[in-house]
């Protein structure tokens, strides 16, 4: 008997230890842990930069070849039209194409022209004028005897000269502003230039001529390096 209860807590002592079944995870739990991405550092979004402004300076130096666009219908237009091709062409720094789009940059602008009349008076007057005069008289007597005397005299001078005159000018006045854009339409300079004319020059070829200057001015100043702070002193 001894022996059996000997060997019962034996059997015992070596059963294996039952465990406790898993827990089964939730639908939700399951349904979340495999939709949910897997989301790497080299994978998250980066922040959109913001674009760079434009530097009209390099893209004013890059242009050499030039389309000059319609400035307008009315004849002041085409005419100024004409004269900034013709500057463009004679200034030898610039290539005018009719292929816009082997262009650097496009020119557009418009035109306007007016025609008025100056008057101009001019008037001057000179007078000169003297005069002069006397008299002088005496009278005596005794015993009936009667003497007497006189004397007189005048002296008049008068002068006037005037010049005077009118006359209407005929005044020819063109303006003209123009805007370079360069290929991906952003505007990078721009010109206003007025005229009454010059010598030998009216007053169309004129205001082209002053807008082909400026632009080879500014292209020039473009091109040179930026000053320093201590440069600047």
Do not use: C
């Not at 009454?196 to 807008?211: H, L, Q, R, Y």
């Amino acid at each position: 008997m001894v022996g059996e209860i000997v060997l019962a807590l034996m059997l015992l002592q070596n059963a294996p230890t039952a465990q406790a079944p898993d827990r089964p995870e939730s639908p939700s739990q399951v349904n979340a842990a495999e939709t949910a991405p897997v989301r790497s550092e080299s994978q998250t979004p980066a922040k959109s930069a913001e674009p760079a402004p434009l530097d009209k300076k390099k893209e004013l130096i890059k242009v050499r070849r030039i389309y000059v666009d319609s400035f307008g219908s009315n004849e002041a237009a085409q005419q100024l039209q004409s004269m900034i091709v013709t500057s463009l062409t004679e200034s030898n720094r610039f290539t005018v194409t009719e292929n816009k789009d082997k262009a650097d940059a496009i020119l557009k602008g418009f035109a306007g022209e007016k025609t008025y009349q100056e008057t101009h008076a001019y008037g001057s007057g000179t007078a000169v004028s003297t005069a002069a005069g006397g008299h002088s008289a005496s009278i005596s007597g005794s015993g009936g005897n009667v003497s007497g005397s006189s004397s007189g005299g005048f002296h008049s001078v008068a002068g006037a000269m005037e010049d005077s005159s009118v006359n209407t000018e005929t005044i020819d006045s063109a303006k003209g502003s123009v805007r370079l854009i360069n290929q991906d339409g952003d505007v990078i300079w721009t010109s206003t230039q007025e005229s009454k004319g010059a010598k030998f020059k009216g007053a169309s070829a004129d205001v082209a001529d002053k807008i082909v200057k400026q632009l080879i001015r500014d292209i020039t100043r473009a091109q040179k390096p930026a000053e320093t702070p201590a440069e600047a002193k």
